[in-house]
T-cell receptor, first 115, second 110 residues
Framework: DVKVTQSSRYLVKRTGEKVFLECVQD?????MFWYRQDPGLGLRLIYF???????EKGDIPEGYSVSREKKERFSLILESASTNQTSMYLC??????????????FGQGTRLTVV | KNEVEQSPQNLTAQEGEFITINCSYS?????LHWLQQHPGGGIVSLFM???GKKKHGRLIATINIQEKHSSLHITASHPRDSAVYIC????????????FGTGTRLQVTL
């Protein structure tokens, strides 16, 4: 079974703190994604990476950065956490398409509260 | 207007009922996903389809590419089916990126 594991289920941080959310996948997938999920808005893409050290901005990258030093690990960084970054964060991974259908696999989510 | 619209937003059903959740999209796609999210947050992929129909147990997913519409059906619903069901599309030319609907919250009661 593919496993996408996020380092924390629940996290409470203070405004201004630097926050690291970690995601690890064990299926050698090229693509990894970070989303945030807010009521009424659905999942929105923050950043994605299609290879080690490669990254692309998603729809809402402001206030976030990412790091992918190893293929299996994709980190989301909140440089200076703010209360409007309180949300559910979901990591996902998938194979590079290569022309076929590619399934996405999701982590269990990290509920981040910034106080 | 969202590129992916789901209906209904909320749905309550009694155990045993046949359930339909709809997804309409306004962009060209290469694939459509149906996802399930249980309380607590984790998301599971139910189906990925680009044409026709797929069935897994009591779940059936259909897609009509010409009408840009997909449906997820649950037969003989059960309280353990209670979850949020999310439709997501892979837009043509966007490689692996998905665009999501806002989800349908299903509650199945005894």
């Amino acid at each position: 079974d593919v496993k996408v594991t996020q380092s924390s289920r629940y996290l409470v941080k203070r405004t201004g703190e630097k926050v690291f959310l970690e995601c690890v996948q064990d299926m050698d997938h090229e693509n990894m994604f970070w989303y945030r999920q807010d009521p009424g808005l659905g999942l929105r893409l923050i950043y994605f990476s299609y290879d080690v050290k490669m990254k692309e901005k998603g729809d809402i990258p402001e206030g976030y950065s990412v790091s992918r030093e190893k293929k299996e690990r994709f980190s989301l960084i909140l440089e200076s956490a703010s209360t409007n970054q309180t949300s559910m964060y979901l990591c996902a991974s998938s194979l590079w398409p290569g022309g076929g259908e590619t399934e996405a696999f999701f982590g269990q989510g990290t509920r981040l509260t910034v106080v | 207007k969202n590129e992916v619209e789901q209906s209904p937003q909320n749905l309550t059903a009694q155990e045993g009922e046949f359930i339909t959740i709809n997804c309409s999209y306004s962009v060209g796609i290469s694939a459509l996903h149906w996802l399930q999210q249980h309380p607590g947050g984790g998301i599971v992929s139910l189906f990925m389809l680009s044409s026709g129909k797929k069935k897994h147990g009591r779940l059936i997913a259909t897609i009509n590419i010409q009408e840009k519409h997909s449906s997820l059906h649950i037969t003989a619903s059960h309280p353990r089916d209670s979850a949020v069901y999310i439709c997501a599309v892979r837009r043509t030319g966007t490689a692996s990126k998905l665009t999501f609907g806002t989800g349908t919250r299903l509650q199945v009661t005894l």
